[in-house]
């Protein structure tokens, strides 16, 4: 039987929230503590083409990696890139979840966007071999579209597909839904509003994505609670959401947390997707018998204090170039469009700290020591943290270089996907975008062999005299580090 993936290939991306790091963050969050990331035993459940688990084993290199997938043509892209990047801590079967010849005891368990894109018993066999792979202390992660937030899109989906009458390809998903809009009554201003969200949306992504979520045969969205039900059927306990700012109460109206008091875990996340509306979710699991002999019960609302041990990074950078040492002062801290204003001294010290070394990140105890401010500091930047996004939590610290060394070197899989094409992922593991050709040239080349005359030689930038190029080269260095790009 054809396999839909090998006729047409998935996406080919990466995501920050599905990073080893970041599932022991928030396991850390919720009372939990994870395997040691660095040296971790990680397998992606669904890999495709290795857009997410090539960019991490490249990054970390004393860990090891496993992707599985069924579609033969998308795991051979990926065993063909993991050679050109000389990957050897990756490995990766061409096989099913049920079939594919694992070994037990995976300290993080990844698998981004297939839970809905299978049939329901697929999908029970995912979870079950979740559980089954998973390290007594590992923490897993799946990611699925649901309900009520899919069920504007599933009405786009019936009419795409009952118009195009077959399941993939087409080209027009944006026309045929403008065409269906533009007859619809205006009384009906709900309904056609759905439909320009998702016409809007289809615009804007790419054509396998709109194949693969709209006209493909499976696309099961589902209420969150039926979902975590399921993964406890297999084992598997709910332990929190991989962007803790999508579910968390702290955010939310009092009255959703009254309401939500008496629930459970499953119930409660319901209640939470009822509220925001949410199309797409992002659980984390712990195998339950481990969860039961640890005594864990998951917390209805984050833990503070877990900073302590954990690192933190901040885009946010002062207003003012000098700081005002008064201990009444308002700081203004800006990062793009959002403007932070900081009134606790303590906090601000701290900011200022981090703003020095961004993108790189600090340790909590040592950025505390230095900020002083004891527990106040930790609220403080606690809700930083999770009411403006500006700041991350890390349990790892990749090699990073917040500025540019006499030979620069850049991320190895990003410097690859700078030569050959496709998405770039940083230090981090988010994605970026580079605001100029030379900068992405500048990426290719910078292997910590040259400096920044020898890269200026080595770019095409044939517009530009030699001393031009050179400026040219060290603007796009400093762009990079700024990026979390560089390694040295
Ligand atoms: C929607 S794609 C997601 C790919 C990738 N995780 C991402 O988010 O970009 C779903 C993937 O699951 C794979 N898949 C579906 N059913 C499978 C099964 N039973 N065993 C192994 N892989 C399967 C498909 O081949 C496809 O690559």
Known sequence: MSDAYDELPYTDHAYAEVHPDRLAVVARLSGWTAPAVATARVLELGCGRG??????????????????DQSARQIDEARALAGAAGLANVTFHAATFEGA????????????GVVSWVPAATRRALFAKMASVLAPGGVAHASFNVLPGWYERLAARDWLRFASGHERGSADAAATLDWLRARVPPERAGYKDGLA???????ETEPAYVAHEYLAREQHPELVARVIAEAEEAGLTYLGDAIP?????ELLDDAVTTRAAAMGAADAQQLVDF?????????????????????WRWPRRLDPAALAG???????????????????????FRAGELTVEIADLHARRALRALARVTPASLGWDDLARDAGGGSALTTELFDAWLATGALDLHAFAPKLATFPS??????????LRAARGGALTNAWHQEVVLPAPIVREVLACADGTRTDEELA????ASNLTPAERVAAVRKSLLILASLALLVD
């Open 406 to 415: 006499r030979h620069p070197r850049a991320c190895p899989f990003a410097r």
């Open 101 to 112: 010849p694992l070994e037990h005891g995976f300290d993080f368990v990844l698998c981004h």
């Open 51 to 68: 857009g997410n688990l090539l960019p991490i084993s490249s990054a970390m290199p004393g860990a090891s990696f496993v992707g599985v």
């Open 197 to 203: 969200a998702v016409a809007r949306r289809i615009a």
């Open 457 to 460: 030689a080595a770019v095409t």
């Open 245 to 249: 700012q999508a579910t968390a109460f």
């Open 310 to 332: 954990l690192r933190v990074a901040s885009r946010l950078q002062p207003e003012a170039p000098d700081a005002s040492a008064a201990a009444d002062a308002v700081e203004r």
């Open 275 to 295: 509220v925001t509306g949410a199309s797409f979710r992002r659980a984390l699991f712990v195998r339950t018998d481990e969860a039961s002999a640890r005594g």
